[in-house]
């Protein structure tokens, strides 16, 4: 079946610097991938949408300059959270696509804790 | 606007009771119904699907089915097992979008 890959599964930060989270699509190519944060006892909120070869699509009250979101090929996208705080700690998921079934994998997540 | 909210846990049963986890959704279209399920330092996993009024979504012993009069997509399960034990999320598609909106989750434990 379709396996996606996150990775790393768990970074630490400080504060002020930049993490870069990478979502791969293993076995199949992902035209879109989603990027969503999950809070402690919280749904998965959609952050952003991102499209292969153009810009992300950004849900309302998401800083698009903070969350840098990069498809430059079909099989990863990445998510690059800029001058982390406290609050940006989160578990951060990443789902693409697969256009043979129209179904979505999701990846094992990333949790970031930002000190 | 589109949301769904689940029965709020954390659900803790012993093996082979039967199990429901409530799931309600409001929608502006006509939504395509999921239960996805996450094992410990797993990703999500898709558990069974609905698409259409009455539909009823099947797999690994769990069902759930698609009601629009009340509705509702309750996920049931007739003798859990300890290896069910794991957060589970129901969901919505509206029909051409391609966004899903997910419930808070329920953190279900099963003790032998």
């Known amino acids: 079946g379709a396996v996606v890959s996150q990775h790393p599964s768990r970074v630490i930060c400080k504060s002020g610097t930049s993490v870069k989270i990478e979502c791969r699509s293993l076995?199949?190519?992902?035209?879109?991938m989603f990027w969503y944060r999950q809070f402690p006892k919280q749904s998965l909120m959609l952050m952003a949408t991102s499209n292969e070869g153009s810009k992300a699509t950004y849900e309302q009250g998401v800083e698009k300059d903070k969350f840098l979101i990069n498809h430059a090929s079909l099989t990863l996208s990445t998510l690059t959270v800029t001058s982390a705080h406290p609050e940006d700690s989160s578990f951060y998921i990443c789902?693409?696509?697969?256009?043979?079934?129209?179904?979505?994998?999701f990846g094992s997540g990333t949790r970031l804790t930002v000190v | 606007g589109n949301s769904v909210t689940q029965m709020e846990g954390p659900v803790t049963l012993s093996e082979e009771a039967f199990l429901t986890i409530n799931c309600t959704y409001t929608a502006t279209g006509y939504p395509s119904l999921f239960w996805y399920v996450q094992y410990p330092g797993e990703g999500l996993q898709l558990l069974l699907k609905?698409?259409?009024?009455?539909d009823k979504g099947s797999n690994k012993g769990f069902e759930a089915t698609y009601r629009k009069e009340t509705t509702s997509f309750h996920l049931e399960k007739g003798s859990v097992q300890v290896s069910d034990s794991a957060v589970y999320f129901c969901?919505?598609?509206?029909?051409?979008?391609?966004?899903?909106?997910f419930g808070q989750g329920t953190r279900l434990t099963i003790n032998p």
């Open positions: 789902s693409a696509r697969d256009p043979r079934s129209s179904g979505y994998t």
């Open positions: 076995d199949f190519q992902a035209t879109t």
């Open positions: 609905a698409t259409k009024a009455d």
């Open positions: 969901a919505l598609m509206i029909q051409g979008a391609q966004k899903l909106v």
